[in-house]
């Protein structure tokens, strides 16, 4: 069973980037898709980025589009989210999933795995 760990996350200026990173335990990790969702205080959870298995296809909600970048390093087992120019509506805490479902996925319930989730406070 893959679990995953998402670390990266802070309280920074606007204006600034950080790098999350989502970990993952257990075999197969390259076989499974990833995304990044995140859930901000009072809100609903939302799609931020996803990427393939092979990771080709990444795919942004438009609030981040031109900001944010998903990557993955199969032999590290691991994902990134680099977030730059970070805003304070990006607060929110931020959690990976995985999924072995293809195609573009967007949304939380077609992901099976996900981590705890990181906080990111960015402040003006």
């Known amino acids: 069973q893959v679990q995953l760990v998402e670390s990266g996350g802070g309280l920074v200026q606007a204006g600034v980037s950080l790098r999350l990173s989502c970990r993952a335990s257990?075999?197969?990790?390259?076989?499974?898709?990833v995304g990044w969702f995140r859930r901000a205080p009072g809100k609903e959870r939302e799609f931020v980025a996803h990427?393939?298995?092979?990771?080709?296809?990444?795919s942004y909600a438009d609030s981040v589009k031109g900001r944010f970048t998903i990557s993955r390093d199969n032999a590290k087992n691991t994902v990134y989210l680099q977030m730059n120019s970070l805003k304070p509506e990006d607060t929110a805490v931020y959690y990976c999933?995985?999924?072995?479902?293809?195609?573009?996925?967007?949304?939380?319930?077609?992901?099976?795995?996900w981590g705890q989730g990181t906080q990111v406070t960015v402040s003006s």
């Open positions: 990427i393939m298995s092979s990771g080709y296809g990444p």
């Open positions: 257990g075999r197969a990790f390259s076989s499974y898709a």
């Open positions: 999933a995985a999924s072995t479902h293809s195609g573009q996925l967007y949304y939380a319930h077609e992901y099976h795995l």
